[in-house]
């Protein structure tokens, strides 16, 4: 069966050669006589894989030696309660409730400390993310400034990084625009990210962590959830994903033999920018996020009308363009242009949309 256009917002499309290179990895990696999924988290072939991994997703991402990256259970959601548990403890902290899962961070967090949110785009649905100079300063004795980088949901995304100030550090959740577009990795306390957008299968949550900021981190805490345990362990301290952090190190070989992030983000924005001068250009659609807000990964829109956008769905699944039913708190039409969707990919839809508008417009 011939592959589609696989527009869903995650688990997504992974690119072409890595999914080949994992269909023979599968049934004998290297030469071992075992499949990369039997093979030992404790073998020197999986300690290449993940040395390798972690190797380059420190040069794609700009770290300094003091930032260490963790390969971790649970997802990003896990990371949600896992964050403030280490760091927050009866503190303060300033989240920017951007969408529906910093939402669900912002939850977590009051669990464990004060939380502050200078910024909430909810009362608009949230159709934007907050410009440089909105932002107040970060309340005295604040630890961190946690954001989304970019909104799944809504299709909203931050072009510029907040600053911090004082002993604060910075947060960024990057689920969904990791690995997208240049970023100066170093500036950030702590990053993480859902590998199962960008970089990899779901399952897996993968994180950079500032090594000099675990002298802050609670002592008293269950193993598993201590950040300390995973660093001083290599991310090897139980079994981890194995299988999708040697997807993940083929995802950044991958990106490093194709024009880095630079190359990507260029990419990636042209894609955007194209789809969304379709939306702006029909008559039958409306851009759902507020432009200087609108995201290069998750373009959202719709017809205005439920009925319409449903046929829409219909008839693009059947033309071989799937996963384009917008997230159901929202609504509409959402088309994720992840890395790894081809030109083609994006020239289709927007025919598609042509057509569609020609024939029911």
């Not at 939380?115 to 649905?125: A, G, I, L």
């Not at 990084?161 to 550090?169: I, Y």
């Not at 789809?275 to 998750?298: C, F, H, Q, V």
Request: negative net charge; glycine residues 10%.
């Amino acid at each position: 069966m011939a592959r589609v256009f696989n527009f869903s917002a995650g688990p997504a499309v992974l690119p072409e050669p890595v999914l080949e290179q994992a269909r023979e990895a599968i049934w004998d990696f290297a030469g071992s006589g075992m499949g990369i999924l039997e093979l030992s988290h404790r073998s020197s072939w999986f300690d290449e894989v993940i040395t390798s991994a972690e190797a380059r997703l420190a040069r794609l991402l700009k770290l300094d030696q003091d930032q260490q990256v963790l390969f971790l259970h649970g997802g990003a959601s896990t990371q949600f309660f896992t964050l403030p548990m280490n760091f927050l403890r009866g503190g303060r902290a300033t989240y920017l409730d951007t969408g529906i899962w910093s939402a669900k961070a912002i939850k977590e967090a009051k669990r464990y400390g004060t939380v502050d949110v200078p910024f909430s785009s909810k009362p608009e649905r949230y159709d934007r993310v907050p410009q440089p100079g909105e932002l107040p300063a970060l309340p005295e004795g604040t630890k961190y400034l946690h954001y989304t980088t970019n909104n799944t949901v809504a299709g909203t995304q931050f072009h510029w990084t907040p600053e911090v100030s004082g002993d604060a550090f910075l947060v960024g959740d990057a689920s969904s625009d990791i690995l997208s577009w240049p970023i100066e990795g170093s500036k950030y306390g702590m990053l993480y990210a859902g590998v199962q957008k960008n970089m990899g299968p779901s399952g897996m949550a993968f994180a950079v962590l500032r090594k000099s900021l675990l002298e802050r981190a609670e002592a008293d805490l269950p193993t598993m959830l201590a950040y300390k345990t995973h660093a001083d362990n290599s991310s090897l301290f139980n079994t981890p994903n194995t299988f999708a952090i040697y997807i993940v190190e083929r995802v950044a070989a991958w990106l490093e033999e194709n024009g880095g992030l630079e190359g990507m983000g260029q990419r990636n924005k042209a894609q955007a920018d194209k789809l969304y001068a379709a939306i702006d250009g029909g008559a039958m659609w409306t851009g759902l996020a507020k432009p200087e807000s609108r995201s290069w990964m998750n373009i959202t829109f719709t017809t205005g009308d439920a009925d319409l956008d449903k046929a829409f769905v219909k008839e693009a699944t059947a033309a071989g363009l799937n996963g384009l039913k917008g997230h159901r708190s929202v609504g509409g039409l959402r088309a994720s242009i992840y890395n790894a969707m081809p030109d083609a990919g994006v020239d289709a839809l927007i025919s598609f949309m042509g057509e569609f508008e020609r024939t029911r417009g």
